[in-house]
C-alpha cells in the first residue's frame, strides 16, 4: 500500500512542478494509468487515487440537465447497461463527506493553480449535496485566486477552459461580495484578452464584453466602459481594413460587430448599430463570391436574420434578394438519391384488401385510421434512428423550398425534438405514400367511387356546409379524373373552412383583432392549433393536418398552393390523396346527439 501511495505522490508532483501548459484531462488519464499498473502487479488502489482520478473526471460548466445533477460539475460519462439502467462515470453518488474532506485538504496543500481550482471547486459544487450543509467560503476563495493565477500564469492548455473558469471566478465573487476579488477578477480578464490579443488570438474577442459590460449586476465606471468598447472598435477597424479578408477575419467581425450592435442598440445609436453591422455583411458578402452556393446561402440566412434582429430592413431586404438568386444554384447542388424496396405483390393485394372490405362507408373508416400518425410511435421511431446514425440527428437539417430557398430549419435531437417530430412524419408520408395510392385505387374500383358518392359520405358530418356541396363534389370529381391541379386549388379551402367549423359548432372564437382594430378570421395554422380543434381531432390527427397544410417544416401545402408558389408538375396525385384522406377523416365526425 505503502508502494501505491508513493506512485500516487510522484504523479501528482510531475504536475505540480510541471512547467508547460496541462488540463485537468491529462492528469485524470495519468492517474487512471496508474490504477491500471497498481491492478496489473496485483495491488489494490487506495482511497486516495480514487478521489484523485474522480476529482479530474468530472465534467466542468455541464449543461445536459436531462443527465447532470443541476450542478457546475456533472459525469463525463453517461451510458445504458445490459439491464437497461442508466449509468454515469464518475458519479456524485461515489461522493461521500471523507471524500470532500480530502479534496478540502488538497485544496489548501496544492501548489498548482489548476490542481488547488479543481478541489476547491469540487467541494464547494457538491457540500451542500452531499452533506445538506455548505462548504466553507474559504473554498471559493481558492477558487478565485486560483483561477486568476491560471490566467496570470497562462498554465492551462486550452484557452476556453481559462475563459470558463474566469466566468466562475468571477460570479463567485459577486455572490461573496467580495469587492476585492471581484476587481482582481476584473483586471484579470481585462489583462487576459490583452495579452492575448496581442498574440494575435481571437478567442479571447470579446472577453471582456460578454463578463463585464454584459454583466448587469457588475458596477463598471465610465471609463471602463469605454475602454471596453474602444478595444472593439479598434479589433474590428484593424480586421475589417485588413489588405486581405480570410474566412477567420469574416467571423471574427461578426462576433466583434454583434457585440458592438447589442451595446449600442442599449444606449439607441442606432446609426452606430448600422455601421458595424455592415462591415459585418461586407465581410461575408466578399465570402459568398467565393463559396459554394449551398454555404453562401448559409451564411446569407445568418446576415439576413441578424439584420432583421437589429431593425434593418432595407439591408435585410436587399440580402433577401441575393438569398433568392443563390437558391436557385443551391438546388443544382443538391443531389438526388433512391433506394428501391420491393414489395411482392401478393402482400400488396393483402394488406390492400384488409382495409377495401366490408363496404364504402366501412372501407372510408379504416382508410381514414390507417394513415394518422402517432407521435408515440415516431418519437421510438427517432430514438432508434439516432442510436444508429447519431451524427444525423446531432446536426440541424435546413428545408429549403423548390426554388432552393431556406423555408424551415429543425435543430438536432436535443435541441429540438418537436421539430425532429415533424421532419420524420413528413418522411414517412412520403414512403407511405404508395400504399395509400394502391388502396385509393382499389377503393375507387370497387365501389365505383364518384364525386357525389364521397360528398355524401363526408357531408353526414356536421363540419361540411350544405352551401359548399358542389364545390367538395367539383373538386372530389377532379380529383378521379387525375386533374389535380383543380382538386387542390378546390378541396383545400374547403377543409380550412370545414376545420373553422369545429371551433364555431365548440363555441370557439374564429375572430382575432387585426392590427387595424377590425375583425380577420384566423389563419388556418392557429385554427389548426387551437385546443378545441385538437380536443375533437385528437392531438394526433391535429399535429398530422399541421404538417399537411401548414407547418413550414413538414408538406405546407396550404401555404405553397394558395400563395401561388407550387410548380405545375408539383401538383400530384401524392398531395391530392393526403388531401382525400383528410376528407375521409373530417367526414367522421359527429355531433354528440348522433
Request: glycine share 6%; aromatic share 8%.
Amino acid at each position: 500500500m505503502n508502494d501505491t501511495r508513493t506512485d500516487l505522490k510522484d504523479v501528482l508532483l510531475r504536475f505540480e512542478q510541471g512547467d508547460k501548459p496541462y488540463s485537468e484531462h491529462e492528469i485524470e488519464s495519468a492517474l487512471e494509468k496508474l490504477r491500471h499498473e497498481i491492478k496489473g502487479r496485483g495491488d489494490n488502489p487506495s482511497e486516495e487515487l480514487q478521489a484523485e482520478e474522480m476529482a479530474f473526471g468530472f465534467w466542468e460548466d455541464y449543461s445536459n440537465t436531462d443527465t447532470g445533477w443541476g450542478l457546475y460539475f456533472g459525469p463525463k460519462w453517461v451510458f445504458s447497461g445490459d439491464d437497461g439502467r442508466i449509468g454515469e462515470w464518475p458519479s456524485i453518488r461515489c461522493v461521500n463527506p471523507q471524500m470532500l474532506s480530502y479534496w478540502a485538504m488538497r485544496a489548501k496543500e496544492a501548489g498548482h493553480p489548476i490542481l488547488r481550482t479543481r478541489y476547491a471547486s469540487l467541494v464547494w459544487d457538491f457540500s451542500r449535496h452531499v452533506t445538506g450543509q455548505n462548504a466553507d467560503p474559504e473554498m471559493a476563495r481558492i477558487v478565485i485566486d486560483a483561477t486568476a493565477d491560471i490566467a496570470h500564469r497562462d498554465c492551462h492548455k486550452y484557452v476556453k477552459s481559462v475563459i470558463t473558469k474566469l466566468e466562475r471566478a468571477l460570479a463567485l465573487s459577486l455572490s461573496l461580495n467580495d469587492g476585492d476579488r471581484v476587481r482582481q477578477i476584473c483586471d484579470t480578464i481585462m489583462s487576459y484578452e490583452k495579452r492575448h490579443d496581442s498574440d494575435g488570438d481571437t478567442r479571447v474577442w470579446g472577453l471582456t464584453y460578454d463578463l463585464l459590460l454584459a454583466n448587469k449586476g457588475l458596477p463598471l465606471s465610465d471609463s471602463q466602459k469605454t475602454k471596453i468598447i474602444d478595444d472593439l472598435e479598434d479589433k474590428l477597424q484593424r480586421t475589417a481594413n485588413a489588405s486581405e479578408l480570410s474566412e477567420v477575419d469574416a467571423f471574427a467581425i461578426k462576433d466583434i460587430a454583434i457585440r458592438l450592435a447589442s451595446y449600442y442598440r442599449k444606449m439607441d445609436k442606432k446609426g452606430d448599430v448600422r455601421r458595424v453591422l455592415t462591415k459585418y455583411g461586407e465581410a461575408f458578402l466578399i465570402l459568398v463570391e467565393k463559396a459554394d452556393a449551398l454555404t453562401a446561402s448559409s451564411w446569407l440566412r445568418t446576415i439576413h436574420s441578424v439584420y432583421v434582429d437589429f431593425g434593418l430592413k432595407s439591408d435585410a431586404d436587399a440580402v433577401a434578394v441575393r438569398l433568392r438568386e443563390i437558391g436557385k444554384k443551391c438546388k443544382d447542388e443538391l443531389s438526388a438519391f433512391s433506394v428501391p424496396v420491393k414489395i411482392p405483390k401478393e402482400e400488396m393485394d393483402k394488406y390492400v384488401e384488409s382495409i377495401i372490405s366490408d363496404d364504402f362507408d366501412g372501407s372510408m373508416k379504416r382508410i381514414a385510421g390507417s394513415y394518422i400518425p402517432k407521435q408515440c410511435d415516431v418519437k421510438d421511431q427517432i430514438h432508434d434512428l439516432s442510436e444508429k446514425n447519431p451524427i444525423m440527428f446531432d446536426m440541424p437539417v435546413v428545408i429549403q423550398d423548390d426554388q432552393g430557398r431556406p423555408s424551415a430549419e429543425v435543430g438536432s435531437i436535443m435541441d429540438d425534438m418537436d421539430g425532429r417530430v415533424v421532419l420524420q412524419i413528413s418522411q414517412n408520408m412520403k414512403f407511405e405514400a404508395i400504399f395509400l395510392r394502391f388502396v385509393l385505387q382499389r377503393l375507387k374500383e370497387k365501389y365505383g367511387v364518384t364525386g357525389k358518392k364521397v360528398v355524401d359520405y363526408a357531408c353526414k358530418s356536421p363540419v361540411f356546409e350544405e352551401d359548399r356541396k358542389v364545390i367538395i363534389e367539383s373538386g372530389l370529381n377532379a380529383y378521379l379524373r387525375g386533374e389535380f391541379i383543380i382538386a387542390l386549388h378546390l378541396l383545400i379551402p374547403q377543409i380550412e373552412n370545414a376545420v373553422r367549423k369545429i371551433i364555431e359548432l365548440n363555441g370557439g372564437a374564429i375572430y382575432r383583432k387585426h392590427r387595424t382594430g377590425c375583425l380577420v378570421l384566423k389563419t388556418f395554422d392557429e385554427v389548426l392549433r387551437d385546443q378545441l380543434v385538437i380536443n375533437v381531432l385528437g392531438e394526433d390527427a391535429a399535429l398530422y393536418l399541421q404538417i399537411l397544410f401548414t407547418d413550414e417544416r413538414g408538406w405546407n401545402i396550404r401555404n405553397i398552393v394558395c400563395h401561388g408558389m407550387m410548380a405545375a408538375d408539383s401538383f400530384t396525385a401524392i398531395l391530392a390523396d393526403r388531401v382525400f384522406h383528410v376528407m375521409a377523416i373530417l367526414g367522421q365526425l359527429r355531433t354528440k346527439d348522433t
